[in-house]
């Protein structure tokens, strides 16, 4: 028998035999080893809902996510009992038609190809994962899809207030009015679009938010932007309290949905990812983008220095945690390297994004710019900004500053070259001065790492279309940042970034760039 499609969140599995669900439940039975708590982590992806027994045979209703139906397909020899889509399904003349309405209004519209591709598979399934290039207009195709279902109740999730303000103004550039976005006040449930912050959606369901869950209640669609945070419970919680007779879409948008992009089921966040999304329904990939011309060429760079070990004590030389702190974060030979680079990169005004998970460290360098006399501004959370100035008595201060996204293009567009950001700038930002990335962070997985470079890689029109990553090569130290280096370098020839030759190949790149700058 087959796997029963039901165009919901659950698909169904029944009248199988013993054997079968048991196959079943162990391939959804999934753990991981967890460093921090030095336990396993457990998760079951499927329910029992009914049980009979019928002389000596048992037969087991489970239900199943349904983003897990394909892996289930091809691990098992269950088949699947299509239903058909019961919503609206749109053409691409119907999408062509609603373009041409958005350009009446804002006439610097233009909707491309995959871009058109993308909107449709949004709309024309229950559930869809649209992996969309950084840089490739991923705002616009969620914007154009709200435009379309623009009478419906639809929610838009993500923990980045700077982006959430970006989806706010884009939506409305494309005439969309019904929307509630005010970080001060509590949403209001009565317009069609809601945008909400995902830590705010979370303490509303905290607290069982009576109006909260009513409106859950009656939401046709839910987006996820930078979806690959949907395996965690603040993002996906949501669905949970929809009604699944009115839910008509679940859909995430992604530039890089997976920590192991070649192999994502192996994962344990990303198979939730895909539990909760399904596999990629669309997929236009960084290469894809810089191959069209779409967004910017990147070069990479690679710092090689000699890592001085630091001090962990014996009892946390295998604790990946300690070594990150005292052989990356702390590390005055890698942050000297670092420093010196972004003194470069000034000096030829190269715009540039310092990339740092850890604020206490970033600030401290940007210090020693100051100090230099090269002025730099930090972003975090919070819409927070700091700088060092100088205060009556000629030392410095830190400055502390209410400032968004558009202050930092103010400042880069008024002499600064150097922001340093947290992780608040590294995903969705669309700031297009930067024309440099410096990643200080050294993520181990590839979604950092593609959103960081996609940070620096913007298109430019009327300038050589390219863009420099820099990263560090962690030489003689702990062999798991060795093993990152080798995983960050492969995902960027992947996505498509080429890798210098020689330093001397990086500072003429470099030089012609600067040239441009004059």
Known sequence: MPIYQTHSFWNYIANESETIINKVKDLLYIEKYNYETKDYEIAHYFQEVAKLKIEDSVYITLRVPAGLTQYLLDKTTLLLEKKEYPEKRYSENEILRVAEEIKQINPQFEIREYQTE????SLNQFQSLIEASVGSGKTSIMSFVCKILENEKILILNDNNFILDQIYKRLLSFGLTSISWNLSKDPDYTKNIVILN????DAKLNKQDPDYIKYLQNVHTIIYDEAQHVQSLTFFEPILYTDPEKLKH???YSGSPFRCYKHPYDDFDDFRTI?????????????????????????????RYNNKPGYVPEQFKDNYFMQYRANIIYNKNRNKAGLEMLKFLNKH????????????????MMKMLKEEGISAIFSCG???LYEWLPNKRGTLKLDVRKGNTDDIKIALQSGYN???????????????EFQAAVLFSAGKTPIAGIQRIGRASRKRKNELNVSLVID???????????????????????????????VQDFISMVEQISSQNK
Do not use: C, W
Not at 278 to 295: C, H, L, Q, R, V
């Open 118 to 121: 993308a909107a449709l598979t």
């Open 418 to 432: 150097i922001i340093f950001g947290s992780q608040v700038l590294d995903e969705g930002v669309d700031i297009s």
């Open 198 to 201: 995902t830590s705010g959606s």
């Open 349 to 364: 005004n190269i715009k540039t994004l310092a990339s740092f998970n850890n604020i206490k460290p970033g600030q401290n």
């Open 382 to 384: 919070n819409e927070t």
């Open 472 to 502: 560090f090569q962690d030489i003689n130290g702990y062999y798991k940042f060795q093993e990152h280096y080798i995983l960050r370098k492969q995902m960027m020839v992947d996505s498509g970034v080429k890798i210098f030759a020689n």
């Open 275 to 303: 539990a909760i999304l399904g596999e990629p329904a669309f997929k236009y990939t960084m290469s894809d983008a810089i191959k069209d011309g779409n967004i910017a060429q990147p070069y990479g760079y690679f710092i």
């Open 250 to 252: 679940i859909i995430g």
